[in-house]
């Protein structure tokens, strides 16, 4: 059978696990882009940190090779849409948990209109409908290239491919209700008010 490879965790947990601020916005993440758990921001977060301390690394070093590594770190960001052209080291420093969350494939078939919700994407890639350049992917945490943004669809078998699926139905008119919200008002305000409508009574 030989030797099992040991399997190591691809994320880092944060330091300070129990902070109030931390917990909010990890609520916040999570119920936007549909993620199942946790570990997927951590996921997230370990991939900014190690280009972040790449960047750190490179703005003070100088070199031909630190030309060539630069370049080729932000050829990667630039071709994964996490970083616009024409960015630098800086900019990387500036990149938010958003910034990578926004490349994954769960939330690039949301925004494409291939899905209701981001909890639908996930469904229908776990559910292998989904491809990407002709590939089938099976996993919603699949870092979408910019040129790979055209060719995400629907499996040719899959019944999703037909756009009449009533799953694939995206409302198109919403329905607008206005709700009459009154101020709140303080008590002079309030007496003021009763004054004048009394006031008219008697002219009428």
């Known amino acids: ?3 099992p490879r040991k399997l190591r965790k691809q994320y880092a947990t944060p330091m300070h696990p129990w902070s109030a601020e931390a917990l909010a916005e990890e609520r916040i993440l999570m119920k936007e882009y ?15 940190k190690k280009y972040r301390s790449i960047a750190k690394r490179l703005a003070t070093s ?15 960001l630039v071709r994964l849409g996490i970083l616009p052209v024409g960015s630098g080291l800086s900019d990387i420093l500036s990149l938010q948990s958003r910034d990578i969350l926004e490349r994954r494939l769960q939330t690039r078939v949301f925004r494409l209109g291939l899905a209701r919700s981001t909890t639908q994407a996930r469904q229908f890639i776990t559910h292998r409908h989904v491809m990407v350049d002709g590939v089938e992917i099976s996993s919603p945490s699949y870092l979408v290239d910019v040129k790979e943004d055209t060719t995400v669809t629907f499996r040719g078998k899959s019944s ?14 919403e329905e607008v209700v206005e709700e009459v919200v009154e101020e709140p008002q303080d008590d002079a305000t309030k007496f003021e008010k009763e004054m004048e409508k009394v006031q008219e009574e008697k002219d009428e």
Do not use: W
């Not at 999703?160 to 008119?173: A, C």
């Open 1 to 3: 059978m030989g030797d």
């Open 160 to 173: 999703l491919s037909n756009i009449e699926h009533p799953e694939r139905s995206i409302v198109t008119k």
């Open 34 to 48: 549909g993620l199942k758990n946790k570990k997927e921001i951590y996921r997230a977060n370990t991939f900014l």
């Open 62 to 76: 100088s070199g031909t090779q630190v030309e060539k590594e630069t370049a080729q770190v932000l050829g990667k």
